[in-house]
């Protein structure tokens, strides 16, 4: 079908317990969102047929919008007047997503490599091996025949290089004689993403014992990693091997109009095509229940992690021993007993439904976002690097700045845009909670654009975009964000009270606002103007994007909150001394307005 | 009738409930159609693959790998025992004679000319899988086991550790919201499911581990005892296959908080009788709870439900509250009100309305409250 006839369009996320639709539909040039609808995901017994509930939800959209989508199981193809939908479009997470193992020779090289294409995928890593990750090999072998991933990625040495260790992984693989985790009389899928020379000894090893699928070297030089053909190949998988084998995702595949996608591969691909779209180095987070998922595309490099164990109910334990108590007490306006605290978040723990009633436990379970999101973000930080054992050219100028190979690739101060997702970035009762949360976790330097993706849309139109890219973005920009604002954050350190930030913004419409920043301070100033230009003069010392004490332009955005100027220095450390804190929090909450007093 | 689904712990004096023993690899079901077995029965069987080593015999002996097939006096497939000679090499002089002996007993694996590895795998391991529950094999499923019938109380906790045992049940205290303390465990509980009241602490759980009792079911434990206990901090609750020495039951959560007193009664009416325990909790899709299965009808029982409860709240149900701050209080359902209401942390959710021992009525979040079954 071509584009152009595209007008009407359903599209399903199917969540591990819920299923989500949504129908966009064309107005004059533009798509717009119009109508949405959810039921229970039917994965599991008794319906063990996800059609179920897409199903389901698609009439939750017919009795809503009065367009009739669905003749009996099918889906009406294409629209006619108020009849039917010229695509349905979806993704999929259900089941526990698609879960991975990989392995590399050299842990910080190809294991890496394997890790970040499995990664990109939208799989979930269950463990990276590697020939040197310091366990014994007796180990390994355990590790693998008790994992029963989906499939599994083998990567190993650069093109034509040594082939020992490649060889003896996929030894230790055989040894093993791993199972896949869905159809226990299918053979494992292992897609083999390493040195070309190896081909044939792994064929000979693998080849009986397991579904095995050569393509091109994902790291065929050190200096370059060549990971979209294994990507390919995993998605193939995904669509061959997993997803025939998920209760009702035959039929399922036979409904859609594009290639079914794991959620995450879809929220990649729509940042990725936001980021594109607006030359952005963007930041893109989903915090759900047990996992927390980041995405990030800088300088055009697109990377993906997913935390497998921070969330914010099932995992919510899990951010405590990981953070530390005093990480989350830190950002707590009042004081708490250690064990009430330790207490409060088991019980959210073994009951996960449960949601804060007073303003005291509210405030409890956005500290634990803040440091959900501070983890993951570092983990997000220490994978999304530059190529590790790569040999770098140095002049002479450089030898005073020595810099190792596999740099972040993250850049709080070239941050364009962040947009979170998840319950508790969505549907927090203030939005300036949800801003300062994501502030307070991400500590963005100079001047940075904020949106939430109030229903989570971003799967949806991942997987649109496959089709149209028009479409996808028309709606993202229009029904999926929600602007929230703008940072504004002076990177340097100073003194209480001292100015470090002198600003102005005009909006379209004229209008002229300008004022000071002190040191220590954050002010919040509404602002809903979708467009508006800052001139901001830092104090000496201080950078907002164009050097210590140099003057700045850029363009902003206004939005349901307006400006954040975070006068709080970067890297902005909370006081240790209790009295302190406790004052400093009450007056920087006060000031963004974040609680009822 | 207003009325509204909400999640609940089973706690119920008879019900019946069908149990699948499973093996995680196939292997032999010991067990037949109908017959009755009893909760340590084997009921199926399999072999563990052992576990694999490598020996890099190429770098040992200083030959390239290809090389290695001519020094190797073990074949792939033959047997080896640990200490015995695997593989050496033949010097001119014999004091740089070269020996490589096996880390284990077992089997050789495999030999590879490309690495210079040899692969040894140790003898399988057996794993039975015991019948668990009395009861009535009602499902065979061939080469992986049996799924179990049985006629009993079932009383689910809402989180344990330790896996699976069984014992007598003793009533360790007299009422349920007495603390479970040390003095309170004695000698004669070894090998006994142990039922506490509100809370039990550290000490009394290390006096129970160190008395051998076999499980303790309790109200509440503090989280900061569990990771002493543990040594670490749990942070998602799979649990099942901690080695403790006991296995623990919480009925209502972290905190000390009273055993709901429907449950604590129905435990001491079955005071005396053998019981089949499992602290196995996992709370994700598919969540399961730790339970307390008594096989057989209480006394004051004479018809076992056979529903699962109704699955949800109406006007006049005894429900409890699962969340600060009336975390732990049990009241009765007044009213379910339809509309979005503004709760005190400013969230719009679906509330209903509780009236408490007192008469005071409170409102409540949804979500924040668990039925209690009977």
């Known amino acids: ?597 | 009738m207003a009325h509204a689904y909400t999640p609940g712990l089973k706690v119920m004096p008879c019900t019946m409930l069908r149990k699948k023993r499973l093996l995680p690899i196939p292997g032999k079901v010991i067990s037949l159609m109908e017959q009755k077995v009893e909760a340590l029965d084997i009921v199926a069987q399999t072999e563990l693959p052992g576990k694999v080593f490598s020996v890099n015999v190429a770098n040992r002996l200083a030959v390239s790998p290809e090389e290695i097939e001519e020094f190797m006096l073990k074949r792939e497939g033959d047997a080896v025992k640990k200490g015995e000679t695997i593989a050496e090499n033949k010097p001119m002089i014999k004091w740089f004679k070269t020996v490589i002996e096996s880390p284990v007993d077992g089997t050789v694996e495999s030999v590879s000319a490309l690495t210079g590895q040899v692969l040894l795998r140790e003898p399988p391991r057996q794993l039975p899988i015991k019948a668990y529950v009395k009861g009535k094999v009602v499902e065979v499923t061939p080469g992986f086991g049996v799924t179990i019938e049985s006629e009993g109380t079932f009383i689910q906790g809402i989180f344990g550790i330790g896996g699976e045992t069984n014992g007598e049940i003793v009533m360790a205290v007299a009422s349920p919201d007495e603390d479970l303390t040390p003095e309170n465990i004695k000698d004669t509980h070894k090998g006994k499911i142990v039922v506490g009241g509100k809370h039990a602490s550290l000490a009394a759980i290390k006096r129970a581990i160190e008395l051998g009792v076999n499980a303790i079911v309790v109200g509440g434990i503090h989280d900061r005892d569990l990771r002493q206990l543990l040594g670490y901090d749990i942070g998602v609750a799979v649990t099942g296959t901690e080695q403790l020495g006991v296995t623990v039951i919480v009925t209502e959560g972290f905190g000390a908080i009273p055993m709901a007193e429907y449950t604590f009664k129905l435990l001491a009416s079955r005071n005396g009788e053998k019981a089949s325990v499992s602290g196995a909790t996992q709370i994700r899709a598919g969540v399961m709870r730790p339970e307390i299965i008594v096989p057989g009808f209480p006394k004051n029982v004479t018809e076992c439900k056979k529903d699962q409860g109704r699955g949800w709240i109406e006007p006049g149900d005894p429900i409890r509250i699962i969340r600060e701050p009336h975390f732990g209080v049990i009241g009765t359902v007044k009213a379910l009100p339809p509309e979005l209401t503004v709760i005190g942390s400013e969230s719009r959710a679906r509330v209903l309305e509780v009236e408490l021992a007192g008469g005071e009525v409170i409102v409540v979040p949804r979500a924040n409250i668990e039925v209690l079954e009977k």
């Open chain 1, 1 to 597: 079908m071509s584009n152009k006839n595209l007008e009407i369009i359903i599209a399903t996320d199917c969540g591990s317990t819920t299923t989500k639709a949504i129908l966009i539909e064309k107005k004059g040039d533009i798509y717009r969102q119009t109508f949405r609808g959810e039921a229970p995901t039917t994965v599991e017994a008794p319906f063990e047929d996800v059609t179920k509930g897409v199903l389901n939800s698609i009439t939750e959209v017919e009795e809503l919008s009065g367009r009739r989508i669905l003749d009996g199981e099918r889906i009406i193809t294409p629209n006619n007047g108020n009849t039917g939908a010229d695509i349905y479009v979806s993704t999929s997470s259900a089941g526990g997503g698609l879960q991975m193992m990989v392995a590399g020779a050299v842990k910080a090289m190809t294991g890496e490599s394997a890790q970040r294409c499995a990664l990109g995928a939208g799989a979930i890593v269950m463990d990276v091996l590697a020939s040197n990750d310091g366990r014994a090999d007796h180990e390994k072998i355990e590790r693998i025949r008790q994992l029963r991933p989906d499939m599994m990625l083998l990567s190993g040495g650069t093109d034509g290089g040594t082939i020992t260790h490649v060889v003896e992984l996929a030894q230790f693989l055989k040894a093993a004689d791993p199972k896949p985790r869905l159809g226990a009389s299918y053979k494992l899928p292992v897609i083999y993403a390493g040195n070309n020379k190896a081909h044939a000894q792994i064929k000979e090893i693998l080849g009986d014992r397991t579904a095995l699928i050569i393509t091109e070297n994902l790291r065929p030089a050190l200096e370059r990693e060549n990971l979209m053909p294994a990507r390919h190949k995993i998605h193939d998988i995904f669509l061959e091997h997993v997803m025939q084998q998920a209760p009702g995702y035959p039929r399922l595949m036979k409904m859609v109009g594009a290639p079914i996608m794991p959620t995450p591969a879809a929220v990649g691909t729509m940042t990725e095509k936001f980021a594109k779209a607006n030359n952005f180095n963007v930041l893109a987070v989903d915090i759900g229940g047990a996992t927390t998922d980041v995405f990030s595309v800088f300088s055009g490099v697109f990377n993906r992690t997913v935390s497998a164990n921070l969330g914010m109910s099932y995992s919510i334990s899990n951010v405590m021993a990981e953070a530390g108590l005093a990480n989350i007490l830190r950002w707590l306006p009042f004081d708490v007993e250690e064990q009430d605290l330790r207490n409060r978040l088991k019980n959210k723990m073994i009951r996960p439904t449960t949601i804060p009633q007073t303003v005291e436990d509210l405030q409890i379970e956005h500290a634990v976002a803040r440091e959900a999101l501070r983890l993951a973000f570092d983990q997000h930080k220490a994978l999304a690097v530059g190529l590790k054992g790569v040999q770098q050219e140095r002049s002479i100028s450089d030898a005073f700045d020595q810099t190792s190979s596999g740099q972040s690739l993250i850049n709080v101060m070239k941050l364009d845009y962040v947009i979170g997702s998840g319950g508790i970035l969505a549907h927090s009762p203030r939005r300036t909670q949800s801003m300062m949360m994501m502030i307070d976790a991400y500590q963005p330097e100079g001047v940075t654009r904020m949106a939430v993706d109030s229903i989570f849309m971003m799967p949806h139109l991942g997987v649109l975009a496959q089709v149209s890219e028009k479409a996808a973005l028309d709606v993202f920009y229009n029904d999926c964000l929600v602007r929230l604002g703008t940072c504004l954050a002076p990177k340097g350190l100073g003194k209480d009270g001292q100015l470090i930030l002198e600003w102005e913004v005009k909006t379209p419409d004229g209008k002229k606002l300008a004022g000071e920043l002190r040191f220590g301070d954050i002010v919040h100033l509404p602002m809903d103007a979708p467009k508006a230009r800052l001139t901001a003069r830092p104090s000496k010392g201080f950078d907002m994007g164009a050097g210590p004490g140099n003057s700045f332009e850029a363009d902003i955005e206004g939005g349901v909150v307006g400006l954040v100027l975070d006068g709080r220095g970067r890297p902005f450390n909370i006081s240790k001394e209790p009295v302190r804190r406790l004052g400093d929090l009450g007056k920087w909450y006060k000031a963004m307005g974040m609680y009822p007093v």
